[in-house]
């Protein structure tokens, strides 16, 4: 089986830098396929629902204008944006496939992820076991909580 479109969750840690370096060595060469390497930058969550809080809802609750949240929330998105291509400088120029660089702003890393994959139609990914978070067991809690989320296959290496 190809995988054309596969994703890596990055967050720094070593074991994301090897899932990228396998990734780049399955579908580096191949001009038809794609990479997309990710960040999922966490947003607050309505503590009584369990969903996002919408703009009214979050200012009502930091005492913010909607319209400076909003400008501060797109501000760190594309700071987080920069900051992972900043990071991911030198790693990704060897590549013949097409590379995305993203940040996908969510409640928590593995819904962030699950959303990406049906967003793109991601065919694999692969993340490391164990990243910057809470480890928990043999497998990092976030990497079980996308093994459970999404019906693609997700490789996990260290």
């Known amino acids: 089986m190809s995988f ?7 967050d720094g840690s070593d074991h994301a830098r090897s899932a990228l370096e396998i990734a780049k060595g399955m579908i580096g060469a191949d001009t038809d396929a794609t990479l997309n390497v ?10 009584f629902q369990g969903a996002p809080l919408g703009y009214a809802a979050m200012t009502d609750f930091m005492l913010i204008e909607p319209d400076s949240f909003e400008k501060t929330f797109r501000q ?5 944006k920069d900051e992972l291509k ?9 590549l013949d496939c097409q590379v995305k660089i993203d940040v996908m702003p969510d409640v ?13 139609n991601c065919d694999l990914i692969i993340m490391g076991r164990r990243g910057l978070g809470k480890v928990r067991g043999l497998l990092g809690s976030v990497s ?12 996990t290496v260290r």
């Open 144 to 155: 079980f909580g996308v093994l459970r989320a999404v019906d693609i296959p997700v490789m």
């Open 86 to 94: 900043g990071n991911l400088t030198g790693m990704l120029e060897d």
């Open 38 to 47: 990710i960040s999922v930058l966490t947003i607050p969550s309505d503590p």
């Open 4 to 10: 054309k479109n596969i994703l890596v969750p990055y």
């Open 108 to 120: 928590s890393p593995v819904d962030g992820i699950s959303a990406y994959v049906k967003q793109h």
């Open 76 to 80: 760190n998105l594309e700071h987080t």
